[in-house]
């Protein structure tokens, strides 16, 4: 270079950037400053600046040499670009789809055996459905292969021909002269569009695509503890592969309606519990809903709007297996807003009582509130 420009500089790096950094810059700057990218009148020339100082600060015996004397070091070392520590294959790819001639094999084949595409499928479950898993059949719409022309795309009689401008590869090459030297530039086949194959009489049913469309009809075991963004995967159920290729999954994406009484938190099972004050009092055993059934459940005397009793494994299986987890009721003590002429005398005994020590012989009064309470 004529004015001798300092490598790092060209490069847009410290002195002490590591050679991933060096990598790293270099490959952003030439997407940027090829020629047949940057339309500027100065694009080849900077392209040629960039391709030298990475020829030198890429290699580290060269790049040790020009950090100690400079250009002199390298002794016009890097006035040809040495690509040993880089893949232009993935520049030039990433850009226009190039690959260079002589690393053939590089891009795969339009016409190589593809994966089918993943489908899925929404389903809605009860409470319980989700807590103790169901079987549920599921109807749903994918490709099949045509029944007519068994998936040739051909009307029977007739079969698919070799596509003449592609030799049947799926892909043209065209071959350019760049300052790399020569260059090959690989397209989808205009003419069979990719296929490698021509059909001169498509089949009547799936119009030449050798699929047609039809509903399909699946018993799904969906297994207990899932929740609602909960996803089973049905390997191989989702659309046909192309070229040879393996069929893709069916995904069901599972959403949980709420329940009148149960509220979920991971894998315990919420209740509110409603008790008068009475009950609350002197405590009580009351039946309660779990999924499993009514259960009797203790409350013990004194208890506190807000406390939590734990009922042990009556919440929801785990999914990955090993046990359930627990119901937890939240006690709410009821305050009646409206009492007959009975209750609120009783309420005036116990606030007069309540007024002084209470003794065990009073517990006759709590068992009468409890009773005319309902309790």
Known sequence: MANQQDYYDVLGVPRGASQDDIRSAFRRLARQYHPDVNK????EERFKEINEAYAVLGDEQKRAAYDRYGHAGVGG???????TNVDLGDIFEELFGFGFGRRGGRQQQRNAPRRGADLQ??????????????????????????????GSGAEPGTSPSTCPTCNGRGEVRQSRQTIFGNMV???????????????GSPCKVCNGRGLERKQVNKAVEIPAGVDSGTQVRLSGEGQPGQNG???????IALNVRPHKYFRRRNDDILLDLDINIAQATLGADVEVPTVD?????????????????????KGVPHLRGGGRGDQLV???????????????????????????????????????????LGG
């Open 185 to 199: 530039q690989v397209t989808t086949c205009p003419n069979c569009r990719g296929s490698g194959e021509l059909i």
């Open 330 to 372: 939240v006690v709410n003590v009821q305050v009646p807003t409206r009492l007959d002429d009975e209750q609120r005398a009783l309420f005036e005994q116990l606030a007069e009582s309540l007024g002084t020590d209470v003794h065990p012989q009073e517990r006759g009064f709590f068992d009468r509130l409890k009773e005319v």
């Open 293 to 313: 059934g009514d259960a009797v459940l203790s409350i013990p005397n004194g208890i506190q709007p807000g406390k939590v009793l734990r009922m042990r494994d």
């Open 245 to 251: 290729g393996p069929k893709g999954d069916l995904y």
């Open 40 to 43: 500027a009148e100065d694009a």
């Open 77 to 83: 070392m890097g006035g040809a670009p040495d690509f």
């Open 121 to 150: 499928y929404n389903l809605t479950l009860d409470f319980e459905e989700a807590v103790f898993g169901v079987e549920r059949e599921i109807e749903f719409s994918r490709d099949e292969e045509c029944g007519r022309c068994e």
